[in-house]
């Protein structure tokens, strides 16, 4: 018997690549479909063929866990784009392969 959990992420704070990233991680255990319903992701979590109870469990923890740490990474990376942008272009400037 399959084990099963919906999960739901408000698409205000959550982006959807964020939980794309999260289910890839989490393929080796669960099963996981991802539908946007009135701005709202509804992630619907199952097991894969072999899990047990126990397993099952930890992976949807570690799944959480996942999407949160992703969201995080995601945001902070959009925040510092500009400064990384000015780094790379300054740095770029004093090699000589772009002409004044």
Known sequence: ?????????????YDAQVLQKAAYRSINSLMVDIALDGGQF???????????????????QEF???????????????ETQPIKNLILGLAFSKTGLISE
């Open 42 to 60: 509804v992630c619907t979590l199952s097991s894969n063929i072999g899990v047990d109870e126990p397993s099952y469990r930890s992976a949807v």
């Open 1 to 13: 018997m399959a084990l099963s959990d919906t999960l739901v992420f408000d698409e205000r704070l």
């Open 64 to 78: 959480k866990k996942d999407v949160l740490d992703y969201q995080l990474r995601h945001r902070l990376n959009a």
